[in-house]
T-cell receptor
Framework: EADIYQTPRYLVIGTGKKITLECSQTMGHDKMYWYQQDPGMELHLIHYSYGVNSTEKGDLSSESTVSRIRTEHFPLTLESARPSHTSQYLC??????????????FGPGTRLLVL | AQKITQTQPGMFVQEKEAVTLDCTYDTSDQSYGLFWYKQPSSGEMIFLIYQGSYDEQNATEGRYSLNFQKARKSANLVISASQLGDSAMYFCATLGGAQKLVFGQGTRLTINP
C-alpha cells in the first residue's frame, strides 16, 4: 500500500501567481517523480529526483522547478502561473533497487486551473 | 528510445465479461519491465500488475493477468469477470535502461451493467 500525498487536490489561481504543489511520501523511497497529464492523455515526466539534493529535468520541458531537501518531500513550484500550465500534476515515488521492477506509486494528483 | 502503443482509445464491455486491453512496445533494451496502471475518474494512478522481460510465466494478480508475448513485443492486460468499478483509463508503461517510466496513450474502459 502506497502512502504518498499531494496537496492541494484542486487549485484555481490567477495568471502571474506563484504556486507550490506539495508532495510527500512516508515510505522512505529514494526516488521521486513529477508527471504532467492533460485530461485523457498520457503522462509526461517533467522532473525526477534520485535522492536528497538531486533533481533532474524530465523528458517534457517545464517552466516549473523542484527541490529535494528531505527524502520524504518533493515540492514543485511555478514562479508565475499561466493558462498554459493548466493540467493535472501527479507525484510518484519508488524504491531504488537498480532493477526493472521499480514500481512507481502515485499520489492522488493536483488539478491546476490557471485563469 | 522506448515507446508504448495502445491502439484502443475506448472499449465497451458488458459486466462479468472478460476484456483484453492491447499494448505493444518498442525498445532496444535487453532487459525491461512492463507495468499496467488504472486511473479512475478521480485521477490517481493505481498500480495493477508487473511483468519482467525475462519472466517466463505470465504475471497474474487476482482478476488481472498480463498476456506477455515477447517475440511480438506485446503485453496485453486481461481482466476477467469485469465489474462496474473497472470503468477507468488504463495505461501500459515500460521501464528500461534509462530508468524512466514511459507511458502509452491509454485506453478508456467502460463496463456496462
Amino acid at each position: 500500500e502506497a502512502d504518498i500525498y499531494q496537496t492541494p487536490r484542486y487549485l484555481v489561481i490567477g495568471t502571474g501567481k506563484k504556486i507550490t504543489l506539495e508532495c510527500s511520501q512516508t515510505m522512505g523511497h529514494d526516488k521521486m517523480y513529477w508527471y504532467q497529464q492533460d485530461p485523457g492523455m498520457e503522462l509526461h515526466l517533467i522532473h525526477y529526483s534520485y535522492g536528497v539534493n538531486s533533481t533532474e529535468k524530465g523528458d517534457l520541458s517545464s517552466e516549473s522547478t523542484v527541490s529535494r531537501i528531505r527524502t520524504e518531500h518533493f515540492p514543485l513550484t511555478l514562479e508565475s502561473a499561466r493558462p498554459s500550465h493548466t493540467s493535472q500534476y501527479l507525484c510518484a515515488s519508488s524504491e531504488s533497487s537498480g532493477s526493472f521492477k521499480e514500481t512507481q506509486y502515485f499520489g492522488p494528483g493536483t488539478r491546476l486551473l490557471v485563469l | 528510445a522506448q515507446k508504448i502503443t495502445q491502439t484502443q482509445p475506448g472499449m465497451f464491455v458488458q459486466e462479468k465479461e472478460a476484456v483484453t486491453l492491447d499494448c505493444t512496445y518498442d525498445t532496444s533494451d535487453q532487459s525491461y519491465g512492463l507495468f499496467w496502471y488504472k486511473q479512475p475518474s478521480s485521477g490517481e494512478m493505481i498500480f495493477l500488475i508487473y511483468q519482467g522481460s525475462y519472466d517466463e510465466q505470465n504475471a497474474t494478480e487476482g482478476r488481472y493477468s498480463l498476456n506477455f508475448q515477447k517475440a511480438r513485443k506485446s503485453a496485453n492486460l486481461v481482466i476477467s469477470a469485469s465489474q462496474l468499478g473497472d470503468s477507468a483509463m488504463y495505461f501500459c508503461a515500460t521501464l528500461g535502461g534509462a530508468q524512466k517510466l514511459v507511458f502509452g496513450q491509454g485506453t478508456r474502459l467502460t463496463i456496462n451493467p
